[in-house]
Nanobody, 114 residues
Framework: QVLLVESGGGLVQAGGSLRLSCAAS????????MGWYRQAPGRQHELVAD???????FYADSVKGRFTISRDNAKNLVFLQMNSLKPEDTAVYYC????????WGQGTQVTISS
């Protein structure tokens, strides 16, 4: 059974920082591309960032220079460091594992107050 469990969401003021974590089990973690998506009310599901098994990263234009994705293959963890947060970053953030299939976590709420 594949399980992705996010943590680290919360409420912070604009300009603040949060670090999201995702713990994965049930997959050979270091073979999978790991990503973070988000969904805000009334907006499309959006890929925020991902990191391949080789360590190549992708960032949405809206978060470049503010967010950093990283992974710890020894501990089956993926992180999203979010700095200089803006109210428009408010969303539910989902961890994703992608290879021959897609697996999702349950999501963690991030709320940025202005």
């Amino acid at each position: 059974q594949v399980l992705l469990v996010e943590s680290g969401g919360g409420l912070v003021q604009a300009g603040g920082s949060l670090r999201l974590s995702c713990a994965a089990s049930g997959i050979i973690f270091d073979l999978w591309t790991m990503g973070w998506y988000r969904q805000a009310p009334g907006r499309q599901h959006e890929l925020v960032a991902d990191i391949t098994r080789c360590g190549s990263t992708f960032y949405a234009d809206s978060v470049k220079g503010r967010f950093t994705i990283s992974r710890d293959n020894a501990k089956n963890l993926v992180f999203l460091q979010m700095n200089s947060l803006k109210p428009e970053d408010t969303a539910v953030y989902y961890c994703n594992a992608h290879d021959w299939a897609d697996y999702w976590g349950q999501g963690t709420q991030v709320t940025i107050s202005s």
